[in-house]
C-alpha cells in the first residue's frame, strides 16, 4: 500500500513508519520542521497539508500527529483543540473520497464512570474529563462526519498506555527509567520523584501497537472503534519495581505533588477482543519492554555524562 504517517516525528509514529517499511509498503513519514521526516506537516497550515498528501498519494492515511502530553493538554487546551481537532478537520477535508483513514484515538475518552473497574469495551459511553481526551473524542466524530459527507474510509483505534526505548521522558515509566539510568551513572542522586503508584493502567510495547495500527489499516471494519491494549492492568508500581530491578541500584522513592493527577482513575484497562478477532495479539512481554526502555535509558545517561566530562 502507499501510505501516509503524520507524526511520523513522534514516538509511535516512528515505530510505525519503520515497521510499514519492513512490511514492504510505500511509506511517506510526515512531521514537524526538524524532525527528519519525509516531508514537513504543519496541521495548522492547509498548503502544507496538501503538499503532504500530494507527495505520498496515499491508498491509506495514519493519522498520529496530535498534541499527546496530557500536562501540557491541559496547560494550553486552545492550543490542542487547534490542533487535534481543526488539524484533523482540515487533513480529512484535503482527503480524497474512498482514502482509508486510521484515526488513532485514545482511551481517555471513557473517562471516569461507573464502567472502571472492569474492562473498557468499545461500545462504552464516552467521558472525556480533559481537554487532550475531549479533542480526541471530537475528532472520533470528525472522521465518522467525514465518511458520511466526503466518502472516507474510517477506522478508529482507541490506544492505551504504550512504553517502548525511545519514549519522551516526561512519560511516567520512562521517566522512571531515565531517573534509574542517571543514577546508575553516577550523574543523579539516589532519590527519584513519582507521581501516583497505585494506579492500575493497561501497557502495551509500542511495537505491539504499531503491528495493531498496521492490521487495523488492512482488515478492520469502516466506521469501527477497536481498542488497542493488552487487556490486563497493571499496578505503576509493578513497573517501577521491574526497573529498580533491572538498574540494580539502592534508591529512595519520593512521591512529588506535581507528578499527582487530580481525579486520577483507579483502576483503567481496555477489552481488546475486538482487534484480536482481526488476527492481532501481542508479542512483547512487559518485562522485555521494561528491560529494553531501561537499557536505551542507561546508554542515553551514559553518553551524556561522557560528554559532559
Not at 514492504?24 to 498548503?47: I, K, P
Not at 488513532?104 to 473497574?117: E, F, I, L
Not at 469495551?121 to 472520533?140: F, I, N, Q, T
Not at 521494561?290 to 553518553?303: D, G, H, I, N, P
Request: charged share 25%.
Amino acid at each position: 500500500m502507499r501510505a501516509l504517517v503524520t507524526g511520523a516525528g513522534g514516538f509511535a509514529g516512528g515505530y510505525l513508519v519503520r515497521h510499514l517499511r519492513e512490511q514492504g509498503h510505500d511509506v511517506v513519514g510526515a512531521g514537524r520542521a526538524g524532525d527528519r521526516c519525509d516531508v514537513v506537516l504543519d496541521l495548522n497550515d492547509e498548503e502544507s497539508i496538501r503538499a503532504a498528501i500530494e507527495a505520498a498519494r496515499p491508498e491509506v492515511v495514519f493519522h498520529l500527529a496530535a498534541q499527546t502530553f496530557l500536562p501540557q493538554a491541559a496547560q494550553r487546551p486552545i492550543e490542542t483543540y487547534e490542533t487535534n481537532i481543526i488539524g484533523t478537520a482540515k487533513l480529512l477535508g484535503a482527503l480524497e473520497r474512498g482514502t482509508r483513514l486510521l484515526f488513532t484515538s485514545s482511551a481517555q475518552v471513557y473517562g471516569a464512570g461507573p464502567q472502571d473497574r472492569r474492562a473498557l469495551r468499545e461500545d462504552d459511553p464516552l467521558r472525556p474529563s480533559e481537554p487532550y481526551a475531549a479533542s480526541k473524542a471530537c475528532g472520533e466524530h470528525l472522521c465518522m462526519v467525514a465518511r458520511h459527507t466526503h466518502g472516507l474510509d474510517c477506522v478508529i483505534a482507541r490506544a492505551f498506555n504504550h512504553i517502548g526505548p525511545g519514549q519522551d521522558i516526561r512519560f511516567a515509566i520512562a521517566s522512571f527509567a531515565n531517573q534509574l539510568a542517571r543514577i546508575a551513572a553516577g550523574v543523579q542522586s539516589p532519590r527519584i520523584d513519582v507521581g501516583n503508584l497505585e494506579a492500575e493502567r493497561d501497557f502495551l510495547d509500542v511495537r505491539d501497537v504499531v503491528r495493531a495500527y498496521a492490521v487495523l489499516a488492512e482488515r478492520g471494519k469502516g466506521g469501527e472503534v477497536y481498542n488497542v491494549c493488552s487487556g490486563h492492568p497493571r499496578k505503576i508500581k509493578e513497573l517501577l519495581r521491574g526497573l529498580i530491578v533491572q538498574a540494580g541500584v539502592a534508591v529512595e522513592v519520593r512521591e512529588d505533588a506535581a507528578r499527582m493527577r487530580q481525579g486520577d482513575i483507579p483502576t483503567f484497562y481496555g477489552d481488546n477482543s475486538k482487534l484480536r478477532a482481526l488476527g492481532w495479539e501481542p508479542r512483547i512481554a512487559l518485562e522485555q519492554s521494561l528491560r529494553e526502555v531501561y537499557e536505551y535509558a542507561l546508554s542515553s545517561a551514559k553518553t551524556s555524562a561522557g560528554a559532559s566530562r
